[in-house]
Structures are given as structure tokens and as C-alpha cells.
């Protein structure tokens, strides 16, 4: 005797439950199981399938037909901060659109802005080069002092030094910065000789010019921010400094490292809590009196970047009322559309994970409607039932395509059958309504007849 699927469930359980509109919906294991048990085994079409196998091609038949084929649209609503970077989703594939919501709930349209980019910053001398050099001025005890503060010269980083004051030359890669502090407007440093496995002490008299390179090799970027904060005190038995005042520490974010010669290479700020400042390691030296510590933020920030987010657009409205178009009095001719709108604009940059904004966007609540891949969570990792025989002929023809000695007439069968599937689907999950269309298209300029 057959069984309705909601076999021993009642109304009203569903209705007291949670998962309203789950009916409609397969987990992908019913899936995988499902397809183990009908296409696998004896005379039939894979006989002999692992289901390891079967579990590979069944995420990636949800991850390609999410895009397209499934209704795998999520919404995500965030304040812009004074940032006005948004991060981009974990499961994100491709943005439908983005909106910035009034005081009346409606949502406005934000275009992207096509003709600039957040780029990587490249630090460059005044001649133009890619290598960062300073001039170390004189050398006391261990301590070389530079001409000025320099916040990008960073422990670790590679010493190029053409003598040490007697003629002696230095294999090169040999000396690295070992420790990094500013006093009274100059940036010292500490450098440790990787060959004799000792600090380097150059002569009384030292004055020529030092490059500073990356231990990878590659080039040295500009950096978001270096803040240089004085009056701030340690001790070697707790990862902790403490600042005087909270306005000198108002800058230092966690994640920025710490450049100072008490403390070792890649040392971070970890949190901030008052006055005191958690790093992720102890200090070797007690503070002494007078000494700066020099916090730098890893975050690159590009020149273009910067001009774009302080340029002041038209103000966007506050309540409802249709999208304003900048006024031209009266002479709109030769506007571009996607530029002749208040609403402001943003930019995506895919390889930081980052979508920027517009100024006038600061503040306002924005909407990101995205594609989602559908494999974020475990929850989330379900097939539509209109579209699972789909997904069985997708996995289908992945296990075939996957074997040696499978005709070819076999692979265009179940190819065929595949995207016959697919489209199938498609148009099944379609959300295509005949009046809806209508209603929108009796407001163009070509009269509807209906």
C-alpha cells in the first residue's frame, strides 16, 4: 500500500514548526541516497560506483545549478560604517543588486560605479623606484638611526648595506631588521647578522644609504595607516601596554604589529580594552623611559581608493519618492543614465572579498541580494523537488564522464538527457508571471494591448 510522503505528520505539526516551506525541498544526502540506491548496483546504469564518487558530482551539480536553475537568492542588510566597506558574503557567487533602504523601508538602487578600482598600492621612493631606502644618519652601540620616521621599515625585512663603516661587504640577505622604534622624530633600528648569528654593531661613524626589502621578494606596499604612540609602558612577565591617555591609542585597531625593540617579529595587537593593549607576545626588553611604539595596519589602501571615498556626490533622498536624476535645467541631452542618479554607487573587488562604497552611502542601511553556491551550511545544501531529477541526471553524467571506455554514443545519450533535464527545470522554477509583465510594460513607451 503506498504512503503519502507526510506519512504521520499532521497540519497542524507543520504549522508549529519552523520550516515553513521545507515540504517543497530534498536534502542533498536523500539525494545522494536516493541516487545510490536507484542508479547504483547490479544492471544498472553504474554498477559499480563509490559513493564518495556520487557525493563529488552531487555538490557540484548544486553548486552550477544554483546559479541559474535553483532559487538560491539570499539577502544581506548591513549599516555602512565610515569605512565604507562592506565584506563580501562566505557562500557568494554573483550579486543580483544592490539597494540602500529610506526612512519608509523602500529600497533605491545603487549602480556600480565602472570606471575605478581599489588597486595595489606599490610604495615608491621620490625618484620613482620600488624600493624603499633611507638614510641611516649615524650608529651608536647596536642602533642605527635613520633621517626621519620611516613607518614602513617593518622588523624582518632584508638590509641591503654597501659597508659597515671599514670597507667590510655583506653577503647579500645576510642582515635583517631585527628590531624597530622611533624617538624624538627618527626611526632606530636594530639589525641582526644572519651569517655570524650575532646583532650587528656598525661604527661610531656611519652614514650611507640603506634598502630595506621583503624576505619574499616582493615589492613593499603602502599600508593603510602607522600610528607612533608615545608614553606607552610594558613589562617582560605579561603581553600587555599600557598608554597613558585613551586619545593617544584611539587609532590602534587589532591586527595592527607592533614595531619596537622590546618586541619580536610579527608581533600584533590582539585587543584593546582601555587603556591597555594585548599583544600576542611578550615583551623581551623593559620599556624605557622616553621610547615609541610604532602600530602599522597591514590593510592596503590605494591612492584611487582614497579620492573615490572622500568625493562628496549629490545627497541621496531620505523618504520616499522616485530616484532623482541630478538637475541639468532643463538640458538632460547626451546624459549617461547609469551616471545621472542619486542613489550613489559601489565597486567590487572579488580578490580582497570587498564591496566599496560611495560617500553618501555612510550610514545608510544597504541591502546585497546575492547568488548564493548553496553549500555554506549543511542546512542549506537542498535540491527543489521539481528540479531533482535534474541533479540525478547531472551526477549521472559526471560518474560516466569521470570512466575510461565509455562510448561515446553512451556520453551524448545522458549528455542529451542532461540538458534536457536542466531546462526542464529551469522553466519549472521560473517565476515568470503573464500579468505581472503586462502591469510593468503598460508604463513604457509601447502600448500593451491587452
Not at 624603499?132 to 625585512?157: F, I, K, R, S, W
Not at 571615498?309 to 541630478?326: F, K, L, R
Not at 509583465?437 to 513607451?445: A, N, P, W
Amino acid at each position: 500500500m503506498a504512503h503519502g510522503l507526510l506519512q504521520g505528520q499532521q497540519q497542524q505539526q507543520y504549522y508549529n514548526s519552523n520550516n515553513y516551506g521545507g515540504y517543497q525541498f530534498i536534502s542533498l544526502t536523500d539525494v545522494i541516497n536516493n541516487f545510490m540506491a536507484t542508479y547504483t548496483g547490479e544492471d544498472k546504469i553504474l554498477e559499480k560506483t563509490n559513493r564518495s564518487d556520487v557525493s563529488f558530482h552531487a555538490h557540484r551539480a548544486l553548486a552550477e545549478l544554483s546559479f541559474d536553475v535553483f532559487k538560491s537568492c539570499k539577502a544581506q542588510e548591513i549599516e555602512i560604517p565610515a569605512s565604507l566597506a562592506m565584506v563580501l558574503p562566505q557562500d557568494y557567487v554573483n550579486y543580483i543588486k544592490l539597494t540602500w533602504s529610506d526612512s519608509s523601508g523602500v529600497e533605491h538602487v545603487i549602480y556600480p560605479a565602472r570606471k575605478t578600482s581599489n588597486p595595489t598600492p606599490i610604495l615608491q621612493n621620490s625618484d620613482g623606484d620600488y624600493a624603499l631606502t633611507a638614510e641611516a644618519t649615524a650608529g651608536v652601540t647596536n642602533l642605527l638611526a635613520l633621517d626621519d620616521e620611516y613607518p614602513d621599515v617593518l622588523p624582518g625585512m632584508i638590509v641591503d648595506v654597501p659597508y659597515n663603516g671599514t670597507g667590510t661587504q655583506f653577503p647579500s640577505g645576510s642582515l635583517i631588521v631585527w628590531r624597530v622604534y622611533n624617538q624624538g622624530g627618527v626611526t632606530l633600528i636594530t639589525i641582526y647578522d644572519t651569517t655570524a648569528g650575532a646583532i650587528w654593531v656598525p661604527g661610531l661613524v656611519f652614514s650611507t644609504t640603506l634598502t630595506f626589502t621583503n624576505t619574499d621578494g616582493s615589492l613593499v606596499l603602502q599600508k593603510e595607516s602607522s600610528h607612533i604612540v608615545e608614553g606607552l609602558s610594558w613589562n617582560t612577565t605579561v603581553p600587555i601596554m599600557t598608554a597613558t591617555t585613551a586619545a593617544s591609542i584611539a587609532n590602534i585597531r587589532v591586527g595592527m604589529e607592533v614595531g619596537n625593540r622590546a618586541f619580536g617579529i610579527g608581533t600584533i595587537v590582539t585587543s584593546i580594552n582601555g587603556l591597555v593593549i594585548t599583544v600576542s607576545a611578550v615583551a623581551a626588553v623593559v620599556s624605557g623611559v622616553g621610547e615609541d611604539v610604532t602600530f602599522t595596519s597591514f590593510d592596503l589602501i590605494s591612492d584611487t581608493w582614497s579620492k573615490y571615498n572622500s568625493a562628496t556626490p549629490s545627497s541621496n533622498q531620505g523618504d520616499y519618492q522616485d530616484d532623482i536624476y541630478w538637475s541639468a535645467g532643463g538640458e538632460r541631452y547626451g546624459l549617461d543614465p547609469q551616471h545621472a542618479q542619486t542613489n550613489g554607487s559601489f565597486f567590487i573587488d572579488d580578490c580582497k572579498g570587498m564591496i566599496y562604497f560611495s560617500s553618501n552611502l555612510s550610514g545608510k542601511t544597504v541591502i546585497l541580494k546575492y547568488i548564493s553556491d548553496s553549500l555554506g551550511t549543511h542546512d542549506e545544501m537542498q535540491v527543489h523537488k521539481l528540479a531533482e531529477e535534474a541533479i540525478y541526471k547531472w551526477i549521472v553524467y559526471g560518474c560516466l564522464s569521470a570512466r575510461l571506455n565509455i562510448p561515446e554514443y553512451v556520453m551524448r545519450r545522458y549528455k542529451k538527457e542532461k540538458f534536457a533535464e536542466t531546462r526542464k527545470a529551469k522553466l519549472r522554477l521560473s517565476n515568470i508571471k503573464l500579468e505581472e509583465i503586462t502591469q510593468v510594460l503598460r508604463g513604457k513607451s509601447k502600448q500593451i494591448k491587452h
